[in-house]
């Protein structure tokens, strides 16, 4: 059988490493457990004032963290928050009627958490929303920087009154018609997991089917929504990225891997978004399409535009987000 074309490969970098990225993650809660008794010497560490510490946090992920840094120069994150949140994507809370179901989020390689932060109080996606990571230090972050409020997305307006307050008009419109202030918090708390996606050999069931292992090699996961057939969004910022990095010296690269496993965590209907500064549109479409045209499959929904530049003839942009829809019979 003649082997598809695919994109040529990136080249292996420290990025696309396991090691590189607990080691980022663990000088980071090494970071703020030193900085929080700091600002306040008078209390002690299970005591600490929350908003202090999450001035630090913020600080320091927001800006800092390799893994948000590359897209959010582009504003990405706001990008997509904006088409997650238009009227026009059928999941939006806009779209979503008080008492309904919430659209349930899945954020694959979570990092600090930062993404769903955004959606839980500036988008007001009030559903399941989990952060998997293969990292147990980016785990761990994630949920402290929950814990302490130490994403300013965490945090009220008012509590954000020293920030940047340079946001468009887009961006009030899209708080103010999605209404998360009004959510329960019950309703929109994250749950981080650890999790490796290429690693796991977590059965990803169909809608209905009763989820039980075949073999004691498989296993099933707590928070993998089995009776929906899986997430109705799953979000990809810089995962595959990450992936495409890793040096791995058998035939199939995992970027290869990687958009079929992606693809069985969406629910048939559902929306896989995925963010990459590595690979163009064009490639990024082929990978996670692979030329199908029928079956069990992944189909450009949409995009998300950016600002786009000419540089010696050619034109392109720095970061780019396509919105996958999984279709096919059930």
């Not at 600080?59 to 948000?68: K, R, V, W």
């Not at 504003?75 to 994507?89: D, E, G, I, M």
């Amino acid at each position: 059988m003649v082997e598809e074309s695919h994109p040529a490969y990136l080249s292996p970098s420290e990025l696309g490493t396991k090691d590189y990225w607990e080691s980022y993650y663990a000088r980071t809660l090494a970071h703020i457990s030193h900085e929080a008794p700091k600002n306040n010497p008078n209390a002690n560490a299970k005591d600490q004032n929350d908003d202090d510490a999450a001035s630090t946090s913020s600080d320091l992920n927001e800006e800092d963290d390799p893994g948000t840094s590359w897209f959010s120069e582009h504003n990405a994150p706001q990008k997509v928050l904006h088409f997650l949140t238009r009227k026009s994507f059928p999941l939006s809370p806009r779209n979503i009627h008080r008492g309904s179901r919430q659209p349930s989020v899945l954020d694959l390689g979570t990092g600090n958490g930062s993404m769903l932060a955004l959606l839980k109080k500036k988008g007001g996606y009030g559903g399941r929303l989990v952060g998997v990571d293969y990292s147990r230090q980016s785990v761990e972050l994630a949920r402290e920087l929950q814990r302490v409020r130490g994403h300013s997305a965490y945090r009220t307006d008012s509590e954000d009154e020293d920030e940047d307050e340079s946001d468009d008009e887009e961006d009030d419109e899209t708080e103010a018609e999605a209404g998360s202030d009004d959510l329960p918090e019950q309703e929109t708390s994250i749950q981080f997991e650890e999790w490796d996606i290429l690693g796991s050999k977590a059965i990803l069931s169909e809608t209905g089917l009763e989820v039980s292992p075949s073999s004691p090699s498989e296993e099933t996961l707590p928070w993998f929504p089995y009776h929906e057939g899986g997430f109705d969004i799953v979000l990809d910022k810089g995962t595959f990225d990450a992936v495409s990095l890793a040096d791995d010296a058998k035939t199939i690269r995992v970027c290869e891997r990687y958009p079929d496993i992606a693809r069985r965590l969406v629910r048939r209907g559902g929306f896989l978004i995925v963010t990459t500064c590595n690979w163009t549109e064009e490639e990024l479409v082929h990978w996670f399409t692979g030329g199908r045209t029928n079956g069990d499959r992944l189909a450009v929904w949409g995009r998300v535009e950016y600002p786009r530049f000419r540089f010696g003839g050619h034109e392109g942009q720095g970061v780019c987000t396509v919105c996958f829809q999984r279709l096919g019979d059930a």
